[in-house]
T-cell receptor, first 114, second 109 residues
Framework: AQKITQTQPGMFVQEKEAVTLDCTYD???????LFWYKQPSSGEMIFLIY??????QNATEGRYSLNFQKARKSANLVISASQLGDSAMYFC???????????FGKGTRLHILP | SQTIHQWPATLVQPVGSPLSLECTVE??????LYWYRQAAGRGLQLLFY??????ISSEVPQNLSASRPQDRQFILSSKKLLLSDSGFYLC????????FGQGTRLTVV
């Protein structure tokens, strides 16, 4: 069963607009972490943001914020004031602490339009 | 500071040839180590992960194997490559989040 679901294969957004990338997850482990990574065309994986399952507040890192809705098992990434350089693949991932596996979703390709 | 080295960056190998990709981590002890494969335009598939020397968990039955001969060394191998083994291979280690190597783009011809 797929544990990380990203339902948006591709998105086109106008520059300077806010973007929400969807991610839902499935786990029975009460202790887990959620991540978002950016992968530009170069292939490197760039860590963006982390949310722990026990964190009370939504994580924020600069223009990135994670909208964590635990009851819905949702961990959407919000990018404020999008820039052309935000065009890339974005992956949601989860780490279950019981076995330390890190599983990725299939990704969303984001295109920022000038 | 912690760094992760992965090599080679690109590799073209004939079908049936062996494979050895190496990943080493510096600046940390007893890291969790991971090998992922990414097909073109697709997501990351977890192949193997290791929580310690000699401890390897395989996620997907396949033509590949992994070994961890030293604490900070993780090796991905194959005795005979298949065309379907082509892809972008990424090594990673984690504390809280996962840090990735630069990847190896493998083309089997």
């Amino acid at each position: 069963a797929q544990k990380i679901t990203q339902t948006q294969p591709g998105m086109f957004v106008q520059e300077k607009e806010a973007v929400t990338l969807d991610c839902t997850y499935d786990t029975s482990d009460p202790s887990y972490g959620l991540f978002w990574y950016k992968q530009p065309s170069s292939g490197e994986m760039i860590f963006l943001i982390y949310q722990g399952s026990y964190d009370q507040q939504n994580a924020t890192e600069g223009r990135y914020s994670l909208n964590f809705q635990k009851a819905r098992k949702s961990a959407n990434l919000v990018i404020s004031a999008s820039q052309l350089g935000d065009s890339a693949m974005y992956f949601c991932a989860m780490r279950e602490l019981r076995d330390d596996k890190i599983i990725f979703g299939k990704g969303t390709r984001l295109h920022i339009l000038p | 500071s912690q760094t992760i080295h992965q090599w080679p960056a690109t590799l073209v190998q004939p079908v049936g040839s062996p494979l050895s990709l190496e990943c080493t981590v510096e600046g940390t002890s007893n890291p969790n180590l991971y090998w992922y494969r990414q097909a073109a335009g697709r997501g990351l598939q977890l192949l193997f992960y290791s929580v310690g020397i000699g401890q390897i968990s395989s996620e997907v039955p396949q033509n590949l194997s992994a070994s961890r001969p030293q604490d900070r060394q993780f090796i991905l191998s194959s005795k005979k490559l298949l065309l379907s083994d082509s892809g972008f291979y990424l090594c990673a280690w984690n504390t809280v989040e996962a840090f990735f190597g630069q990847g190896t783009r493998l083309t089997v011809v």
